[in-house]
C-alpha cells in the first residue's frame, strides 16, 4: 500500500519486486500486459469471497507473472445478501451491499460499493471509488455449472507524490471492465474447468502544474481464454492438461499502439511410487507473436511423509520462471522483440513434530533472483546475483 488509500495497491513478492505476484481471478490472469503488474485498488475487497496463495515459482503452471507467487481471487464465499456501512478517519467512508435470488436451481447476484477516503493527512491524496458487479451462476445438467461475472469500476484519484517531488496538482481516473465466462463439471475424463475473459482497463493522466503540464491515457483490452482438464486419478498417477491463448491490445500516448498474441501449452504429473511419496513434475512451454523462440519452462517437487517421532514431512521444490517485459512498456526499449525477465529457485522444508500446540516448519534454499542479462540495453543492470535463504516457521494450533 504505496502513499494511504490513493496509493498502487499490491502484494509483496520474495523478489522484492511486486510484478512478480500472478494475480488472478476466477482462473484467469489479471496482470497488466502493459507494466506487469495489477494494482488491487481496482478491485473493491468487498466482493472478494476467498483467495487462494501459492507460494514461489509457478510459470510452468501459469506462465508468465508467476515468478515470486501466483494469488487467485473468487468472488464465491460472501453472504448471500448483505449490507454493510463503514467510516473512519482521514475522511473515510463507504458503503457495499449484495442481493442474491435463487434462480432455476442456481443464483443471480448483484453487487455494489461506494467508497471514499479524504487521505487529508496530505494533500492532493483523496480517493473515489464506484464498483458494481453481476455474478451468475446456474446449473448445467447433473454435473455441470455454468457462471458469468461482471465487474465495473470507476476511480479518480489524487497523486501526492513523494516527499521530495510533491505533484499536488496531478490526478488519476481508471475505468475498468471485467467479464468472465466460466464452465465446470465433471465427464468419464476428470474434472473440466473452461473460462474465457475480457478485460478492459481505460487510465487516465493529468498533471496540471502551470510549470510542467503533462497528460496521458492508456487504453488496455485483453482477451483471455484457459482450460484445464484434470483427468481421474489412475495407478495412483494423475495428469492434469492446461491450454492458454491470449490476445492484448494496447493503446498508449507514451508507447503508441501495440498488439500481441499469446498460447501454451502445460502438463502437471502426480505420480506415488510409494504410499508415502509422491512426485509432481511440471512442464509448459509459451509462444508469444512478439518473441520468436518458444519460452520452455518446469518444475518438479516431492513430497514424503515419515512415520518416525521426530521427521513428519519433506518437500523439496525446484522449478524455473519467466515474465515478459517488452517495447509495449518501455517505449525507449533498443530492441522490436519482446525481452524475457528469467528466475529459478530451489527449497527443501522439513515438518518437525509438533511441540505442545506448535508445529515447527524449517526452510533453507536458494534462488536466482533475477536474470538480467536480457535487459540491459534498458537497465544496464550487472550479472544476475543469487542468494541464499532459510526460515523457520511456528503454526499454531
Do not use: C
Amino acid at each position: 500500500d504505496y502513499g494511504g488509500s490513493a496509493g498502487l495497491k499490491t502484494i509483496a513478492s520474495p523478489t522484492g519486486q511486486s510484478e512478480h505476484i500472478l494475480v488472478m481471478l476466477e482462473g484467469l490472469p489479471l496482470n497488466s500486459p502493459q507494466w506487469g503488474g495489477f494494482d488491487l485498488g481496482s478491485l473493491p475487497e468487498e466482493f472478494i469471497g476467498q483467495a487462494e496463495l501459492f507460494r514461489g515459482n509457478g510459470s510452468s503452471l501459469y506462465g508468465s507473472g508467476a515468478v515470486g507467487g501466483t494469488v487467485n481471487l473468487s468472488v464465491h464465499g460472501r453472504p448471500n445478501s448483505y449490507l454493510r456501512s463503514k467510516t473512519g478517519s482521514f475522511g473515510e467512508r463507504g458503503t457495499s451491499g449484495k442481493i442474491s435470488l435463487p434462480v432455476i436451481g442456481g443464483s443471480v447476484s448483484v453487487l455494489g460499493t461506494s467508497y471514499k477516503n479524504l487521505g487529508d493527512f496530505r494533500d492532493n491524496n483523496d480517493f473515489t471509488q464506484n464498483a458494481s458487479a453481476l455474478q451468475i451462476d446456474l446449473p448445467s445438467g447433473n454435473l455441470w455449472n455454468m457462471s458469468y461475472l461482471g465487474f465495473r469500476s470507476d476511480s479518480d484519484r489524487g497523486l501526492a507524490g513523494a516527499e521530495s517531488w510533491l505533484t499536488p496538482f496531478a490526478r488519476k481516473t481508471n475505468d475498468e471492465l471485467i467479464q468472465i465466462v466460466s464452465l465446470r463439471g465433471l465427464s468419464a475424463w476428470g474434472q473440466t474447468n473452461i473460462s474465457v475473459g475480457k478485460l478492459e482497463s481505460d487510465e487516465h493522466y493529468m498533471d496540471s502544474n502551470p510549470d510542467y503540464p503533462e497528460e496521458s491515457r492508456h487504453e488496455v483490452s485483453s482477451l483471455r481464454f484457459r482450460a484445464v482438464q484434470k483427468f481421474f486419478q489412475r495407478n495412483g498417477n494423475q495428469y492434469t492438461i492446461t491450454t492458454e491463448g491470449s490476445e492484448h491490445r494496447i493503446e498508449s500516448d507514451n508507447t503508441g499502439d501495440q498488439k500481441d498474441q499469446q498460447a501454451a501449452v502445460g502438463l502437471l504429473s502426480i505420480f506415488k511410487p510409494t504410499a508415502n511419496t509422491s512426485i509432481s513434475p511440471s512442464i509448459r512451454a509459451d509462444w508469444n507473436s512478439s518473441q520468436i523462440e518458444i519460452i520452455p519452462t518446469g518444475s518438479v517437487a516431492l513430497l514424503h511423509l515419515f512415520d518416525g517421532q521426530v521427521l513428519k514431512t519433506l518437500r523439496v521444490n525446484f522449478g524455473t520462471s519467466y515474465r515478459y517485459l517488452g517495447k509495449r512498456l518501455y517505449s525507449y526499449s533498443s530492441t522490436e522483440e519482446l525481452m524475457v525477465y528469467e528466475r529459478w529457485d530451489a527449497s527443501v522444508s522439513f515438518m518437525i513434530t509438533e511441540i505442545g500446540r506448535v508445529i515447527p516448519v524449517l526452510e533453507l534454499g536458494a534462488r536466482n533472483l533475477a536474470d538480467k542479462k536480457n535487459l540491459q540495453s534498458v537497465y544496464g543492470y550487472p550479472e544476475p546475483e543469487r542468494a541464499l535463504f532459510g526460515q523457520l516457521t511456528l503454526k499454531f494450533r
